[in-house]
């Protein structure tokens, strides 16, 4: 099953504010997903405790937090993994 890749407006800012090496990084991981959303345990987790399907995806330093809706993949946030469970703990 193919999946569209869609961003929020946080996401689409968090990416702008990458590194240019690292946001080529981010865009060529985040469509991997396209593909399928499959946990791997490495590179995609599912993050526990939250309501709904939200998964993050390991990009370096950086992690992608996404949901898996009908047919899509929605990025809510890209941020650096030091920061991730403050924006995980908003989303409960």
Do not use: N, W
């Amino acid at each position: 099953m193919s999946f569209d890749v869609r961003f929020t407006p946080t996401a689409e800012k968090d990416v702008r504010s990458l590194p240019a090496t690292t946001q080529r990084l981010a865009l060529r991981q985040i469509t991997t997903l396209e593909a399928g959303v499959s946990p791997d345990g490495k590179r995609v987790k599912k993050l526990k405790g939250i309501k709904g399907s939200f998964f993050r995806l390991r990009i370096g330093d950086y992690r992608a937090v996404f949901e898996v809706e009908e047919g899509a993949v929605v990025i809510h946030r890209v941020i650096d993994r030091k920061d991730l469970e403050r924006v995980v703990s908003r989303l409960k």
